[in-house]
């Protein structure tokens, strides 16, 4: 059996792309090994259909950190069995490339998002040129690579004219679930659920804005679910505004935990600023769970946002960021009980177009030449 080792530099627990990718794997036959990191916050691993192996650091963040963990990785994939090495994201390609050219091994590319352009690194020119400068010596080499929506492949040839597969991040269908009630979990029961979730819920992705924007909101309340920068800002805001019994936070949640809360939402949010390019050309994970929940969307108009949102006709678009402005977007949703509920049944009509079976097939045949 050939062996695939799945590389990514966080803690496992809720990314379910690359979840999906490894289980792809298994079906080809591969045996798979998923490697990360372990932080001290780090939640505990469900049993998985493949291997996996967590690091722990002596750093958590900065350049020491990604220093340590692509040194680390190095090591780990120069003197591990494989025969396939599949690199997520910009932050582990280095070690995953240096290993292929000196064992010679397949390499296979998946890029969640248009690193360079992600905002953490705005307004730091070295960090930024030292990461653009791996790209440019590696990403022409590259044969095979994947990214997840249109825009992005486009931008990534654009620049370097290798050929990009898109697979986008859509969930798989699951069997029956039973899912617990509002009381089990916690929830409110007589209002209103708005929901953002992620696991990165960081600068410029709206979260400010809505939490001020609860102060103007009718009826409902606001659950924040997952992590992030500026998670502790949030909260100091909710405070400040005495919003506690209209904002609510849950820590992240595993993969299979999380869709027990998002089926209870009556309205989903995905608020990203188009303040960046790779925040323009975002396709967040979470629009995707709210459609295979049945839940209807309020989202910013980013292009490939906006584009499932018309085509599907699964919610709406804020049109600004104005706290006041999003509130009367999520009053008028709320209010509207019809046009809620038909927005409620096209998602169940997407669900059923957007398929991860035909996304999976991009992977297989990806993957297939490697089997």
């Not at 960081?202 to 309340?221: I, K």
């Not at 006041?324 to 009509?349: F, P, Q, S, T, W």
């Amino acid at each position: 059996m050939k062996k695939a080792i799945v590389s990514v530099i966080n803690d496992l627990s809720t990314d379910k792309r690359v979840n999906r990718t490894c289980i792809t794997l298994t079906k080809l036959g591969f045996d798979v090994l998923l490697v990360g990191r372990k932080q001290r916050k780090s939640l505990p691993l469900n049993h998985r259909e493949y291997s996996t192996e967590r690091m722990f650091l002596l750093f958590e963040k900065g350049f020491l950190f990604y220093a340590e963990y692509n040194f680390r990785l190095f090591l780990f994939l120069m003197f591990k069995k494989c025969d396939l090495l599949v690199s997520n994201d910009l932050d582990t390609l280095l070690p995953n490339y240096l290993v292929k050219k000196i064992r010679k091994k397949g390499l296979v590319y998946d890029s969640h998002e248009y690193y360079t352009g992600v905002p953490e690194l705005e307004g730091r020119p070295f960090v930024k040129k030292f990461w653009k400068h791996i790209e440019k010596w590696i990403f022409p080499n590259l044969s095979d690579i994947i990214t997840v929506n249109d825009s992005i492949a486009k931008l990534y040839h654009d620049e370097y004219g290798n050929e990009i597969k898109v697979v986008r991040n859509i969930p798989e269908v699951k069997a029956h679930i039973d899912f617990k009630s509002k009381n089990d979990l916690g929830i409110i029961e007589n209002k209103n659920i708005i929901l953002l979730q992620g696991s990165g819920i960081n600068v410029d992705r709206g979260a400010e804005e809505l939490v001020l924007a609860m102060q103007y909101v009718n009826e409902a309340v606001l659950y924040i679910i997952g992590g992030g920068d500026v998670i502790d800002i949030l909260k100091q805001m909710v405070h400040e505004k005495n919003l506690e019994k209209k904002v609510f936070f849950i820590p992240r949640q595993p993969m299979e935990k999380l869709v027990q809360y998002t089926v209870h939402a009556d309205l989903g949010l995905t608020l990203d600023k188009n303040t960046n390019i790779n925040y323009r050309y975002s396709l967040p994970n979470k629009l995707f769970d709210y459609i295979y929940a049945g839940v209807p969307v309020l989202a910013s108009p980013l292009v490939e946002v906006k584009k499932i949102i018309e085509q599907y006709k699964i919610g709406e678009c804020i049109e600004n960021h104005e706290p006041k402005h999003i509130a009367e977007k999520i009053n008028g949703m709320l209010v509207n009980k019809e046009k809620l509920l038909r927005y409620k049944e096209n998602c169940n009509i997407a669900k059923n177009k957007l398929n991860w079976e035909l996304e999976e097939k991009v992977l297989k045949n990806v993957f297939e030449k490697y089997a």
